[in-house]
Nanobody
Framework: QVQLVESGGGLVQAGSSLRLSCVASGGTVSGYTMAWFRQAPGKEREFVAAISSRGVNIYYGDSVKGRFTISRDNAKKTMYLQMSSLKPEDTAVYYC?????????????????????WGQGTQVTVSS
């Protein structure tokens, strides 16, 4: 059983930066794609970014491309999301997750159904 714990969220002003972390325990994540999703109040959960097991393949959602950077450190069982130029519309609870399968990408895994273990989330609030 994999446990994922996010941290690093907070209240910041528009234009600021934040770095989220996701630490895994209780199981293996090094051979799996990991991803970040987010959910704003009243909206569906949205794909943010994914990174393959060794970090070779990375994919971003259109709304964060060019502003967010996903990375991972398998030795520390930790994934990161560096967020820059934050906007009020980035306000959401951010979740980290592990892909269900450990295989290669046929296409970028952007669907919630492709992931099994989820963290509890960390709140990011961006004020204007």
């Amino acid at each position: 059983q994999v446990q994922l714990v996010e941290s690093g969220g907070g209240l910041v002003q528009a234009g600021s930066s934040l770095r989220l972390s996701c630490v895994a325990s209780g199981g293996t994540v090094s051979g799996y794609t990991m991803a970040w999703f987010r959910q704003a109040p009243g909206k569906e959960r949205e794909f943010v970014a994914a990174i393959s097991s060794r970090g070779v393949n990375i994919y971003y959602g259109d709304s964060v491309k060019g502003r967010f950077t996903i990375s991972r450190d398998n030795a520390k069982k930790t994934m990161y999301l560096q967020m820059s130029s934050l906007k009020p519309e980035d306000t959401a609870v951010y979740y980290c997750t592990r892909r269900t399968t450990s295989g290669p990408w046929i296409k970028a895994p952007t669907g919630e159904y492709e992931y099994d273990y989820w963290g509890q989330g960390t709140q990011v609030t961006v004020s204007s």
